[in-house]
């Protein structure tokens, strides 16, 4: 892993096209800006390890048979 | 083409049938080449991956269950289900859908940074009145 020190307002550039800005921090708080083309996907790390845990849980029921779902309604959103 | 699937047997296909996602799906980044198979059931899509044809999602319309979700133009967007052996019990990732443009066979997951829709939706209600309509 690569480590830099920045202080507040000083900038990371990744590939020409991305850049990271240290804006604030407190309380074991960091606060960063990011700037980049709109096809980079930005997402915290938690959310997307989220994401894969449950795309796998998905892939690994996939083999469950549809039973009993004939006698159930649709959970419809209405706003 | 063919490829023997778990869950249909072997199908049978063609080149231009196959989906490509060309980022993969989050967990499964190298699979890229996928087939969207319909079955004589109304609600479901399966994502069967052409590369590890073992490798099946199921999956749901997400305007079946909110007729007010987000739209890419050209796209469809449909929800990844995690079945359950109990059936109420089954969920839809509503936070990170994936779109399939069908006419130019390409498709993506987005997963959405707001909160507004769950990544684990229970997709049914038990429907209490089935007897009386």
Known sequence: MLILTRKIDEEIIIDSNIRIKILSSSDGQVKVGLTAPPEVEILRAEVYEKIKENTLMASVNSKNKLKGISVLKINKISK | ?133
């Open chain 2, 1 to 133: 083409m063919k490829i023997n699937t778990h869950q249909f047997g072997e199908i049978e296909f063609e080149e231009e049938n196959i989906i490509a996602f060309d980022h993969g799906l989050p967990g499964f980044e190298k699979m890229k080449r996928y087939l969207l198979i319909r079955t004589e059931d109304e609600l479901f899509h399966w994502l069967n991956s052409v590369e590890d044809p073992e490798l099946c999602f199921p999956l749901v319309g997400a305007r079946i269950i909110d007729e007010n979700y987000p739209e890419i133009e050209g796209h469809e967007a449909f929800g990844i289900v995690t079945l359950n052996e109990d059936p109420a019990k089954t969920t839809i990732n509503l936070k990170a859908p994936v779109y399939i443009d069908q006419n130019k066979k390409t498709g993506f997951q987005k997963i959405m940074e707001d909160d507004s829709y769950s990544i684990n939706y229970n997709l049914f209600v038990e429907n209490k009145n089935a007897d009386t309509n």
